[in-house]
């Protein structure tokens, strides 16, 4: 059942953050849109001649952050990846019925121990996911990443930002609804993910809004 609902919230996240927008595909493309020009302005800022050739997304669910990704950087080859096989099995119907140069490809693995070969990506994205975790599982989270990617890769994560007034200011009602389908949002608001970033190794690391709701932290490997 989640995984026939999924594509339907998801995008619904971006209505949420841009709600003077007229319709759900245009607050998707300004949302997406953002957080995929901070990737790239990272990347190119930080990493020199390092190309993006390939890319993870973890905790992919059914796929939709995985397409934009692909779509953003065509040459690429990018995986998806999950724990849920439901959601793969949805991302992997809908990749069928596209025409890509590259397909993704879809690994059914844990995002904290993911199998894959170390120095193996040049970004590694987990859009959406820390929020939905333990500040624990975050931080392993971030030590794989850490581990597949190259020198010179790009980590980048997205999701709920602590600084938002948006969400600061929601009324008592809607943030306790809100607290009551996320058990650890406490814990992800409490986290020093940036310095969670830096202990494990990350350099470079930036934080910024790329919409009123939600920020884009992103970091790269040393080379």
């Known amino acids: 059942m989640a995984a026939a609902e999924a594509e339907p919230a998801t995008m619904s996240i971006a209505k949420r953050a841009i709600p003077e927008a007229t319709s759900i595909e245009e607050a998707s493309q300004i949302v997406r849109g953002s ?35 692909a779509e953003k950087f065509p040459s690429a080859q990018a995986v998806g990846l999950d724990l849920s096989p439901y959601f793969l099995a949805v991302a992997a119907q809908k990749e069928e019925k596209l025409s ?22 040049d970004l590694v994205s987990l859009a959406y996911v820390c929020h939905e975790c333990p500040a624990r599982a975050i931080t392993v989270l971030v030590k794989e990443a850490f581990r597949v990617l190259r020198p010179g890769g790009t980590i980048a994560l997205t999701d709920n930002s602590p600084k938002s007034k948006v969400l600061q200011e929601l009324s008592p009602v809607l943030f306790t609804l809100m607290k009551s389908t996320e058990p650890f949002l406490d814990e992800y608001y409490m986290l020093d993910l940036e310095e969670t970033m830096r202990q494990v190794g990350f350099a470079n690391v930036c934080s910024i809004l790329t919409d009123p709701r939600h920020r884009t932290v992103t970091a790269t490997v040393p080379y």
């Open 35 to 69: 957080w995929l020009n901070t990737i790239e302005e990272h990347h190119q800022k930080y990493s020199g001649n390092c190309e993006i050739n390939d890319i993870l997304d973890i905790g992919c669910s059914v796929g939709v952050s995985t397409r934009y990704l």
């Open 100 to 121: 890509r140069q590259n397909p993704i490809r879809w690994v059914h693995a844990n995002g904290e121990a993911t199998g894959l070969p170390s120095d193996s990506f």
